[in-house]
Every structure is written in C-alpha cells, then in structure tokens.
C-alpha cells in the first residue's frame, strides 16, 4: 500500500457504517501523497433504540474511533451522526432519505405492527396514510439534518434520494 497514488474505502448498509467507523484508521494507512476518500452507502443509521445494545453485546467499544470515545458513550459513537464531523478524510455518503430497509426493519417492523397498520406503507409509500406520510416525512427530516453541518465542508459531499 505504500505505492498507492489512490485509495478508496467503501461499503454498503452496514459495511457503510464500518467505513465511516474505521475511515480515518484507513487513511493513516497510506503516506501522505496517496489520495484516499470514502464512500458510505445507506451506512446511516438513526434509530439508536434499536442499535443501543449492539456495541456491548458485539464488544465493539475497543474498535470505535477514540476522537469519539473520549467525550460521549461508545452506543453515541456507534452512529455516523456522532462522527462524520469529526472526520479528517473526504467522505462521501450516498443515502436515500426514505431508506427502505430502516423503515421496514427499524422504524416499522412487522414485529412492532401486529394489527398491519403499517403493511402497505412499508411495501409501497403510495399506500401511506397522511399520518404515515408525515411521520415519514421526519425521518427524512432527520436524515437531513444529520448530513446538514457535515456537507458545509468542501471537501465532503453527499447524495440523499428521495427514493
């Protein structure tokens, strides 16, 4: 790796997640003159309630990013949100602001939904009610939000789909 001119980093969904965990170890893997950026895909995720055992019972809180670790809880450091802007390296993160798989896993699950309320809304957004649009809405109000104070930098970039 040390001829490397370029590097890049990437992974979908929860490899997205890894990426950006373990983006900045990557980078100082190379000498100074390798370019090295990172593309994350659908690697955020929001739902903290649904994660927030993940780092004790995986033992992740060894591996998480100590620029993170030193001023909030390892199960805050586990989310990109926590992280992206503390990050030196270009990022670019690719994420639908609807992402399906968290709606339909996370937000949504069919374990959480045992009248079908959410059935059709989950399998197709036409099918939503006013009141599932709106809480929809939110979410992506949320996704937003996060990738808000990153994308300011000019050396990051972001593609959110409505999708």
Request: with cysteine; net charge positive; glycine share 10%.
């Amino acid at each position: 790796m040390r001829y490397a001119g370029q590097a890049l980093l990437s992974g979908c969904s929860g490899g997205g997640l890894a990426a950006i965990l373990r983006y900045d170890e990557f980078r100082n893997l190379f000498p100074g003159s390798t370019k090295v950026k990172c593309l994350s895909d659908a690697g955020l995720f929001l739902d903290k309630n649904l994660y927030n055992g993940i780092v004790e019972f995986q033992s992740v809180k060894n591996n998480l990013p100590r620029l993170c670790t030193n001023h909030l809880d390892p199960t805050s450091c586990f989310f990109p949100d926590n992280l992206i802007s503390q990050m030196k390296t270009p990022l670019f993160i690719v994420n639908a602001a609807y992402d399906t798989w968290q709606i339909q896993s996370s937000i949504a699950p069919t374990s959480a939904d045992p009248s079908g309320f959410w059935h059709d809304c989950r399998l197709n957004h036409g099918k939503c009610t006013p009141g599932q649009m709106r809480f929809l809405q939110g979410f992506r109000d949320q996704m937003l939000r996060v990738v808000k104070g990153f994308s300011m930098s000019r050396q990051n970039g972001h593609g959110l789909s409505s999708f």
